[in-house]
């Protein structure tokens, strides 16, 4: 099997403006500083953490409206998905999902020896509804705003889907949902085989804390309850995920401020010849169709700029969008790419 690879990580002591993993530029809630700090104190640090990281659960609870029964709590999204597919899914099993997509559902499809069933994405992202119901999977995850594309998928889309599957498993997989305008959480209660998951990394600015939610039916949740580890989150997570969600403010403050950027950059790359989906995510997607942008980003490297290729999606990078300075920077460094790749496309047509 093929492992998950990660976006580059800078050593320590490199200075690389990191646009290439979806971190939130902006630091996390003062108040989590603090009850950080506070869960270190004393002899905390030698005792186990609650096995169900109660204190988290009880502030999502509180900030979402679910009953505490409907929410499990994972080190990160990643290992909720990690769970998911261990609790459903045995050699064979169909386990379906639209590409291009989030690349662990592979690895984790692999680790279950899973039958993996991938129709594309229409041409503007759209989710192709019929082949995903034909599939007749076990579980059907769809990736809601899609990573690495940055699409929403309505509500009213996955409500349909949820419903033609006629019983089996809707996942929705909303990692980057507070950056967009709405989504799929009230499924959850309208619906018993819709499981939405939720990450603390990139609106609540956590990603080094591994801080994830999923909200489902109870019988789901103590399904997943069977294969969780017996302390899966740290004292300091659990104490750092409640203070985030109490202070939910902080987080829109900043989510507001990378939306503005983000629609500043939008305008700048389709200016500069890019094509750039609308993005709900805290990310855009550069794309110059039947072009390598392999090189591109190479030469952003160079300049110490880091973003994001794909081998499989060539003619694309996905840039996070950071600080307005960080972005500044990445133009920069772009532009003198960007106009040689469109001349050399230009002359390409001309010998054609």
Known sequence: MAPYVPGEQPRPGQRLIKLNTNENPYPPSPR??????????????????????????????RRYGFAQRMIVAGNGSDELLAMLFRATLGRGDRVAWATPTYSLYDTLAAVQEARVIAPPLGPDFELPLEALVR???CLTIVCSPNSPSGTLTP???????????????????????????????DLVQRLPNVLVLRSL????????????????????????????????????????GAAALDDNNWMLRNVERIKRTRAAATRRLLKMGFAVPPSSANFV????????????????????????????WP??????????????????????????LMASRSNGRARS
């Open 32 to 61: 989590v500083t603090r009850a950080v700090a506070n869960a270190a104190l004393g002899q905390a640090l030698r005792l186990y953490p609650a096995p169900q990281a109660d204190d988290f659960v009880a502030a999502a609870a």
């Open 135 to 137: 599939a007749r999977a």
């Open 155 to 185: 509500r009213r889309t996955l409500a349909r889907l949820a419903r033609l599957l006629e019983g089996r498993l809707l996942a929705i997989d909303e990692a980057y949902v507070d950056f967009a305008e709405e989504n799929a959480l």
């Open 201 to 240: 990394s990139k609106s609540y600015s956590l990603a080094g804390m591994r801080l994830g939610l999923c909200f489902a039916h109870p019988e789901i949740i103590e399904q997943l309850g069977k294969v969780k580890d017996s302390y899966n989150l740290s004292r300091l997570a659990i104490a750092a």
């Open 285 to 312: 997607l550069a794309r110059m169709p039947g072009r390598d942008l392999g090189p591109v980003a190479a030469g952003l490297r160079k300049g110490d700029v880091l973003v994001r290729h794909f081998r499989t």
């Open 315 to 340: 003619d694309a990078i996905r840039i996070s969008i950071g600080t307005p300075a960080e972005m500044a920077a990445l133009f920069e460094a772009l532009a003198p790419l960007a106009a040689a």
